[in-house]
C-alpha cells in the first residue's frame, strides 16, 4: 500500500495508495510538495483550476500555490472563505459556487483545496455538487487533514441541528501533504490534529498507540520523522478501513471512535467554540469509559488513553452543557438508528465496534467527564 | 427492458426496467398506483419515510399517500415547499433537511418525491446530500416528471447565474407514474410536459415522432391509452440512454436538446415566468434551425417539429431579451467547455450529437425566432 518515489529534489515522497477501483488515487506524503506538482499531478493543461482556501492559510501558500497551477492550468482563480468550523455551513459554501460560475468553471475544472479540514470539507462538497460533479484534488495543511479528513472521500457542511449532516462521498484525485505546511500550524491546531493521530491506535493498530506513547514529545516539537512516521502510518490504517468500505457501513464507522460525543460537543456548545480533534479527544475518553463499562475493553486501556491525550495537551472531561442536551444532539448522530444512538466502542486494544448503549450508562459516562465534577 | 405485471386490482402495470448494476430499479406505469403500495416497494417497516410535496400537490395526494406509506413505515412525515421553478433553491432546499433533522430522520429514512420535476428534483438533491446520502422514490405527478425528470437520477437546485447548476446523479429506488394524476393536471402544465416527449421522437426515435404527429390531440384530450403509450415510450427511450450513459458523457446530452436554448430562456426571464417545458419547446426549434444552418438536418424536419409543438400550443419563438444575455447564460451551459458552448443538435431523423457553433450562426438563429421578429 506504500512505496517510496524519488523527488525531483531528491527528498522521498512517501505514497499511500487509496484502493477503489476507477476511484482510487493516491496520498502524497513529503517536504517541499506544494511547489512542485510534477511530483504529484498531471491534469490537463487546458482545463481550468479554482483554488479554494481560507484567509488564515492564503497569506502563507496560496501565491506558491497559484504559479505551481499557471504552469499546468490555462485559467487559475482562487476564492479566499472565513477561517473557522462556524463558516462551514451553506452561506459560505456558496461563495465557491458564485466564485465558480462568475469565473466561467465548468465541469472540467478542478478544484483544489488548500487548508485544513474545514475548507477541504467545503471545496470537495463544492466540486461533488458543482454540475453533479467535478474533479478535486486536496493540499492539507493542517495535522488533522493531513491525516483524517483530505483521506477518504467524505464531504459535507453543518447543519445547525448537527455536525456533517449535508455532504456527499466525493473522492479527490490525489491528496498532496506537505509536511512543511505544519511548520506553520498554531500550536493548538497541532494539539487538536494529534487526536485523530492517537485515534488510531485504540481502533486499529496498538503498536502504533504504543509508538505515540513514545514520541509524542517529538511530535509536539514537530520532529520531522515523527511527523512524517505519524501521518504515513496514519493515512495506511485510514485508507485501508476506507478501501473495505468506501461509503460506511459499520466498518468505516470505526473511524468515528470519539466523534459520537465529539460532535454533540461541538453542536452543543456552537461550532468553532472547541477544535474539532478537542471535541474528538474528549469523546474518546467518554467512548472508552462507555466501553469499559460494557465490558468491551478494561480500565487500564482507558487510563492509558487519557494519559496519552493529556499529555498532547487535549481535553479529557466535556464542557458542562446538561446531559439531556447531550443525549439530544446524539441522537441526532448519522449511525443513529430510530432514535437509537449507537456508538463506535473499543473492543480490546486496537480493534473497535459500533454497539449501542442504554441511556443510564451513557448518563453516566456524561456525568462522571463532565468538566468540573468531582470524580 | 419493459413487460406487463398485473396489479392486485387487475389492471396492467407496465413496467420500465432502468439497468445500471446494482443502482438498477424500474419505472412502473399505470393506473391507481399511488394507492397500491404493494405494487411498487417493499421498504424496511421499522425505518421512517418522509414525503416532500409542495402546496399545490398536497390537497390532491398527500393524504392518500401518507395513509399508504403508514401500513410501511414506523414513522411518516411530510413536508410541503411552496410551488414553482423560483422555489428551486437552496433556502427551500433547506427546509427538507430541517424537516429530516426536526423529525429525527436518518440514514435509514426513504425520501419520496410527490409532485412534478421541480420537487422530484428538490426531494432527490436532499436525498443525495442528507447524511451523505439515503434511499429515495419518485412519485411524478406531472407528465413531464413521469416523461423525463423523474427517472435517470439527476437533481439539482438553480443558482442564480444558472439553471441546475448545484446537484447530484442519485437514481432513486423505484419510479412511481400514476397515469391518474394526469387527470388533475393544469393545461398548461400538460402542453409544457408534451415538449419532453415530443423531443424524444427527433433525437432518438422518428416513427415515435411520427405517431405523436398523429395522436396529439389524443393526448392533449388525455385519453389514457395514448397517454400511457407516451409515457411508456419515453422513459423506454430514456431509460436506454441513461443505462449507456449514466453521468452524461457526450451519449446522455442527447437528452439536453432543446435544453441549452431553453435553460437561457428560464434563467434570463427569472426561473418560474415560462415553464421548462415551454423554453424546452422553443429551445428546440433554434436547435433544430441552428442543425439545419449547419447542414446537420434538413429543412422540413425542422418545420414539422415547429407544427408538431404548435399543435402543443407550446411556444415556438424565443422572448425578446437581447442576444448578447443569450450568449452570456449559455456559455455558463454545463455542457460548455471553457467557454465553448455545446449544442445539443440533431443529425437527422432520429439521431442527435453534442456540436458547437460559431457565436454568428447562434446570433442569426437567436435573432430570427424572437419574439414580435418579422421573419
Redesign the interface.
Known sequence: MSGVHLQASGAAVQRVAVELGERSYHVLIGHGLLDDATAWHSPAV???AMVVTNATVAPLYLDRLLQVLRARH??VHSVELPDGEQHKD?PTL?RV??AL??S?C???TTVYALGGGVVGDMAGFAA??????VPHVQLPTTLLAQVDSSVGG?T?IN?P??KN?????HQPQVVVCDLDTLGTLPERELRAGLAEVVKYGPIADWAFFEWLEHHVDDLLAREPRALLHAVKRSCEIKADIVARDE??GDLRAVLNFGHTFGHAIEAGLGFGAWLHGEAVAAGMVLAASLSARLGLTDEATCARLVALLSRCGLPTCVPALPTDRYLELM??D??????DIRFTLLAGRGRAVVHSARDDLVREVVESARQGASS
Chains 1, 2 share one sequence.
Do not use: P
Not at 165 to 169: E, S
Not at 334 to 339: E, F, H
Open positions: 487546458d482545463a481550468s490555462r485559467r451553506w456558496n459556487f458564485d460560475l462568475q466561467r465548468d465541469r472540467s461533488a455538487c458543482f454540475m453533479r460533479g467524505k459535507a447543519h441541528l448537527g449532516m449535508i455532504g456527499a462521498f461509503r460506511e441522537r441526532l448519522k449511525k443513529a438508528r430510530d432514535g
